[in-house]
């Protein structure tokens, strides 16, 4: 009886070391990527300074949610190495990683890289905290999603643009098979967050004015730092400039020139001056884009190759623009 006990008790400690090892082993593969964490709007700084406080005093109480996958699916290869990447905890993690604090982890399992995005922005949505401009950028990444424009994520596996994710069926939240199949997007998403389609359409133009900021301005204005208006932000979403291709202030006012009000006197005048001053606007995008790709390839580094075809690129679209008179 002894011996079957002391057994036991080995077995158990063995699962609990093998439980540990594994713990220590998704800790040490845990990946962030940063197309990922962007759909994660940042915290006011008060906000992650009492987050840090709470943490250092508490410890990490809620778990990170990791999903479990290969590196294959991530990096779109053959590759079946294991991946862990994070998927919400970004700022707890950065919090327990600076501290030296430990972190449980909930694995979750999903087939795509599209599927964790949506499980994301959903996600997000759910959070009390946040702001205006952050819940109607969510809102519009997902109907930009949905409906697969083009330059948003692969559509493939999908069940539909009218089909919603699946995900716990609650009397209030969603709507039948029957009304969905003949709801369009917009129509859908602004019933289940019960606003009208069209703040569904300018969330949409107002997140695609976001994208365009760089990493940094975009995280600066989405956790209030910036003061730019919300409407200048839906018409730069119009332009056809290209993503993460604002990278100051002065350059989101000069892309903004095309669209900014006239005086009523001069209704006639803007008119005929709109599609000039919008090919100005684009062009002085790409000289600044160009004199920031000329300061970088001014020291030698391993991306000169890379810095070189960029500099082409956009040195072509600049010639193209100044032919046409910009």
Known sequence: MKKGYLDALGSKKMIKDQGLLRHEDIRHRLTILPELQALI?????????????????????EALLVWETT????????????????????????????????????????????????FMIENQLGRRNLTPEQTSYLRGLRYRQEKGERGQYDRSGHKGQNVPYEQEATESSLVTKVE?????TAQRLAKQYNVNEKTIKRDAEFAAGVNKLNPDLRIQFLAGKLSINKSAIQQLGKTNLPD????????LM?????????????????????????????????????????????????????????????????????????
Do not use: W
């Open 71 to 118: 590196q294959g699916i991530v990096q779109q290869t053959e590759d079946l190495t294991p991946a862990y990447v994070l998927i919400d905890g970004h700022n707890r993690y950065t919090i327990c990683q600076k501290n030296g604090l430990d972190f449980r982890m909930n694995l979750r399992s999903f087939s795509s890289m599209e599927e964790v995005r949506s």
């Open 180 to 184: 969905s199949s003949s709801m369009t």
């Open 41 to 61: 709007p940042p915290l006011l700084p008060d906000e992650l300074s009492q987050l840090e406080t709470n943490i250092r005093r508490d410890g990490c109480r």
């Open 244 to 251: 993460e291709s604002v990278d100051t202030m002065d350059e």
């Open 254 to 326: 000069a892309s903004l020139l095309p669209i900014q009000p006239a005086p009523v006197t001069e209704k006639s005048k803007a008119a005929g001056q709109s599609s000039s001053l919008k090919r100005k606007a684009n062009a002085m995008a790409l000289r600044v884009k160009l004199q920031n790709l000329l300061t970088q390839i001014a020291e030698p580094s391993e991306k000169d190759l890379e810095l070189c075809d960029e500099i082409i690129t956009y040195a072509s679209q600049l010639k193209s623009a100044i032919q046409k008179g910009a």
